[in-house]
T-cell receptor
Framework: EADIYQTPRYLVIGTGKKITLECSQT?????MYWYQQDPGMELHLIHY???????EKGDLSSESTVSRIRTEHFPLTLESARPSHTSQYLC?????????????FGSGTRLTVV | RKEVEQDPGPFNVPEGATVAFNCTYS??????FFWYRQDCRKEPKLLMS???SGNEDGRFTAQLNRASQYISLLIRDSKLSDSATYLC????????????FGAGTRLFVKA
């Protein structure tokens, strides 16, 4: 059973559409993250949050935005999807400092922009 | 050169074999290390932490060599269910916390 939930699992959408990828966790973790992963490649951090009303951009330049209005919810929004956004998006949370606790990942959203 | 490097494999081994993967990291300020397992088209799952003193969990043993800047994962008595991609993860704290994921080593265990 998952403690961190992502929806949708798969999404195929046309260029220019606005999309929101949902992520919710039931563990009460303050720290939440969005990673992007292409097949056979490393995960790259695109956004993170250390608590409500706290959001930061990660290492990978991204045209997406995030919000953190509630502890359990960390949605990611793309205002205008492009084929270059095609990728897998993984949401994660951490009980504390990930250097000590590691990450718990959601099952991911596989996005295809046509 | 990437900060964390892994042999992509694939490693093809028979059931019951012992297999070992290495992962090298370039930043000497790296503080903590993990191995994650990722099944095909699934999310990564934490397998184990890696300590200088070594860490064993059943058939899995992880080691850290700070002098040579690499970590290793040893799997004994391989099972079909061990087939997956194993990700090396390195955390460093200097200049702000950062997690670096390796691209992974693919393992196929054959009957």
């Amino acid at each position: 059973e998952a403690d961190i939930y992502q929806t949708p699992r798969y999404l195929v959408i046309g260029t220019g559409k606005k999309i929101t990828l949902e992520c919710s966790q039931t563990m009460g973790h303050d720290k939440m993250y969005w990673y992007q992963q292409d097949p056979g490649m490393e995960l790259h951090l695109i956004h993170y949050s250390y608590g409500v009303n706290s959001t930061e951009k990660g290492d990978l330049s991204s045209e997406s935005t995030v919000s953190r209005i509630r502890t359990e919810h960390f949605p990611l929004t793309l205002e205008s999807a492009r084929p270059s956004h095609t990728s897998q998006y993984l949401c994660a949370s951490s009980e504390g400092d990930p250097r000590s606790y590691g990450y718990t990942f959601g099952s991911g959203t596989r996005l295809t922009v046509v | 050169r990437k900060e964390v490097e892994q042999d992509p494999g694939p490693f093809n081994v028979p059931e019951g074999a012992t297999v070992a993967f290495n992962c090298t990291y370039s930043n000497s300020a790296s503080q903590s290390f993990f191995w994650y397992r990722q099944d095909c088209r699934k999310e990564p799952k934490l397998l184990m932490s890696v300590y200088s003193s070594g860490n064993e969990d059943g058939r899995f043993t992880a080691q850290l060599n700070r002098a040579s800047q690499y970590i290793s994962l040893l799997i004994r008595d391989s099972k079909l269910s061990d087939s997956a991609t194993y990700l090396c993860v390195v955390n460093r704290g200097a200049g702000g916390f950062k997690t670096i994921f390796g691209a992974g080593t693919r393992l196929f265990v054959k009957a």
